[in-house]
DNA sequence: AAAATCCTTTGACAAAAGTCAAAAAGCGAA
DNA sequence: TTCGCTTTTTGACTTTTGTCAAAGGATTTT
């Protein structure tokens, strides 16, 4: 398999270009994996042909195995990922203390925000909690895209836009919800987290103590 | 002063188009008022003469007193407004308790961004604390402008890009830090709330109990 | 299987924050 | 200034959550 990779990290584990899975995949019956990128973007606003091959020559496919740090604090993030498979989450460190600030599955971005947006060092990490498959873009490249095409400044604006509206909504959570109330929410609308993540983790993204959410697990 | 508001309230104080104000400030020394906005706009980027010309037609100056809301609960947000002089508060009501989830200042936008992004009924509602000047464009005539100019997705990116950061940084200081340190830290990065809000907005804003933030401000 | 390690639960206690009620302070109108 | 209203403070008590320590479980390694 051809290395093209352009990642600063070197605990990839294989970087594919998507052309080359595409020709891959055309003969497959199942959804390809190219067109995943694609239903991505488009729920957002619609991709025209131009850039849909330019995305296709400059987007990586990039696996990573439990346990790999994609982004160490301290460092810049230099990519932008979606996830394709697996399972994610960011965390940053407060007082020795490893506190999840989110969890990513299936189609989700995967970016320190800050650190992306600013191309500033990143005050998170982030670990690949299962074994991962990701498209990847790096800044470089994406604000290449944002120049040449406007209609990814849409698509950019839309996707930010999304989170935020998510953002706020677990914001409001922390200001006015107690703990239970917070894991209940979790409990219904994100179960998945429930499911996958270790109770630690669960605990510090929902900003209290282990043994605070044991107990409320097993009703006092 | 012709009366030429689009608003869907009807207690708008005073209602002025952009292009009105340019001419009455043309002559003045002062930073005129006419280019505030675009002091607010350039700030992300550059706008060219055309967008910058049409965005001059489509943006009102209005002014709201003391008390008025800019929006009610319940209601579709329709309007996007940038703060030039005064002070506003976004609530919403749990249990019957107002709890204030921003503040705005000077030069910041205003809106209720869930109901504004999504057009659909907000939850929270928009209150002027003092007497507040807006310039004002529609939800129709802003997508208007970002299919027809593409620099203002770039705008409108990196303006919920800014927001997203603080309001990332505001989610973390919920999930880590007590009460009294989430005081201390609006007590350094923005003071200008504890002069102008009241104890009771102040301590729903930061998730606490009116009762717990006096006894905070006067060291137990 | 035993040892080592990590994750989770439980208990006892401490600290933080909430609730309710009443008093004090501030503020505006008459 | 006084009255009436709202906001803030204070006290007493309760509830929630955190901390520390130890005990169980589970899992992996040797």
Redesign the pocket.
Known sequence: MPNNTRSTTNNTKSTTKLSYIRELSASITEPSTLDNIFDILNQFANISKDAKNELTDIILVREFTKGELILEQGKICKYLYFLKSGFVRGFYNQ?GKEITSWFAFENDPVVSMYSFISQKSSFETIEVLEDSIFYTISYENLQMLFKKYSEFNLIGRLLIEKYYIELEERTMSFQY??????YKKILECQPQILQK???????SYL????????????K?
Chains 1, 2 share one sequence.
């Open positions: 007082d919800q107690s703990a239970t109330e917070r993540a270790s109770l630690g983790m669960i605990a900003g209290i103590s282990q043994e605070t959410l044991s107990r409320i697990r097993n006092r």
